[in-house]
């Protein structure tokens, strides 16, 4: 890997892990369609610690409120009575699937997975599911914040499953989740990022020691200066989509992966693309 390629594998990471467009699909295509070849789920995976160092500093502040809220709910043995207890209680909940699956899927998630085709029916698939999370929210109306429960937690960790198949993102597979749940599109944003922290720092570690040979050929210095562009660029697409979310919805999210997905099937079908 060259450092030009590592600047932009970075920046399609960091640009893309956050707002709901699919992250591992476009660390899949971009690099396809520059010639570079498929940099595999081993390196994306490993860059993805510059994304999460960009979450746990944007985040600090919450990150030790919560720490700090289930020690108290620990020592009082009242965990859901404080809140921060119970929010810290509802981002374990929702890491649990994806950790189980995680395992269970891991040859999957590493050979058929990262088909181009794969990736294509997935950019479309979660686009149609969010348009229809997005008009069943605004038809019956969303809840507040403070509504939020263990069962919204628990089904945001199932929609964050999906996101083991390239193409789906993280963020829109559990923002579409959190949305046929009515929750709040920042909130379920917010609580989106916060409860991607444990999920991915464990699979970057895991890629990092079990893929330690094969990214020992990539080189240490591009690497480095991967995770580093990905934590300039994730810390930005947090700030943004953050606020954007305060007073839109991610319908033109929503179109970028129908866009993105037409264009694709078509490449593939004229077979500019393998």
Same mark, same amino acid.
């Given at each position: 890997m060259s450092i030009i390629e590592a600047i932009? =594998?970075?920046?399609?990471?960091?640009? %893309?892990?956050?707002?709901? +467009?699919?992250? %591992?699909?476009?660390?899949?295509?971009? !690099?396809?369609? $520059?010639?570079?070849?498929? !940099?595999? *789920?081993? *390196?994306?995976?490993?860059?993805?610690f510059g994304t999460i160092l960009a979450v746990v500093?944007?985040?600090? #502040?919450?990150?030790? #409120? $919560?720490?700090?809220?289930?020690?108290?709910? $620990?020592? %009082? #043995?009242?965990?859901? *009575?404080? !809140?921060?207890? #119970?929010?810290?209680?509802?981002?374990?909940?929702? %890491? +649990?699937?994806?950790?189980? $699956?995680?395992?269970? =899927?891991?040859?999957? +998630?590493?050979?058929?997975?990262r088909s181009t085709w794969v990736i294509t029916f997935q950019l479309v698939s979660i686009a149609v599911l969010l348009q229809l999370a997005e008009a069943y929210a605004r038809r019956k109306g969303f809840r507040t914040k403070?509504?939020?429960? *263990?069962?919204?937690a628990w089904l945001m960790g199932a929609g964050q499953c999906i996101a083991l198949i390239p193409g789906s993102s993280r963020s829109g597979s559990t923002i579409m989740t959190a949305l046929f749940r009515r929750v709040p599109h920042d909130y379920a944003a917010r609580f989106s990022f916060l409860m991607s922290i444990p999920a991915v720092t464990a699979a970057g570690v895991y890629e990092l020691f079990s893929e330690k040979e094969h990214l020992a050929t990539v080189g240490t210095t591009p690497i480095l200066v991967a995770i580093a562009v990905a934590f300039i660029s994730g810390w930005a697409s947090i700030y943004f989509l953050l606020r954007y979310l305060r007073t839109h919805t991610t319908h033109v999210f929503i179109y970028y992966r129908y866009a993105l997905g037409i264009i694709m099937a078509i490449l593939l079908l004229t077979g500019y693309l393998k």
């Open positions: 932009v =594998l970075g920046l399609v990471q960091g640009l %893309t892990e956050f707002i709901p +467009i699919s992250s %591992t699909g476009h660390l899949k295509i971009v !690099p396809e369609l $520059l010639g570079w070849g498929d !940099p595999g *789920a081993a *390196a994306s995976a490993v860059i993805q500093i944007y985040f600090f #502040r919450d990150i030790i #409120r $919560l720490i700090a809220g289930f020690v108290r709910g $620990l020592v %009082t #043995r009242r965990p859901f *009575a404080d !809140p921060d207890s #119970r929010e810290a209680w509802f981002v374990g909940f929702a %890491t +649990i699937p994806v950790v189980v $699956l995680g395992v269970v =899927l891991k040859d999957f +998630i590493h050979g058929v997975f403070e509504d939020f429960n *263990a069962k919204d």
